[in-house]
């Protein structure tokens, strides 16, 4: 079983930027697909980005240009840097590590964009 931590939310201003970090317990870190993924108030969860164990990235067209993500195998963490934040990427995130029918997601982080 893997862990998922999430840290680096907070509040932000619009057109600020914030790095999110997922640190990941265990040693299969490094075989998994990794996602961010975040849920608005009122809204159904969405997928944000993801990185295969490769380093194949796929990015929701509501972000693309604004957020990378990125991972560090030998540190079992996954990375989010985002950018020229909006009010609108106001949401819980969350990570996810996959593979097959293996799924895990950590707690979530809050992030708020505000002025």
């Known amino acids: 079983q893997v862990q998922l931590v999430e840290s680096g939310g907070g509040l932000v201003q619009p057109g600020g930027s914030l790095r999110l970090s997922c640190a990941a317990s265990g040693s299969i870190f490094r075989f998994l697909t990794m996602g961010w993924h975040r849920q608005a108030p009122g809204k159904q969860r969405e997928m944000v980005a993801t990185?295969?164990?490769?380093?194949?990235?796929n990015y929701a067209d509501s972000v693309k240009g604004r957020v990378t993500i990125s991972r560090d195998n030998a540190k079992n963490t996954v990375y989010l840097q985002m950018s020229s934040l909006k009010p609108e990427d106001t949401a819980v995130y969350y990570c996810n590590g996959e593979k097959g029918p293996y799924s895990s997601w950590g707690q979530g982080t809050q992030v708020t964009v505000s002025s």
């Open positions: 990185i295969t164990s490769a380093g194949s990235t």
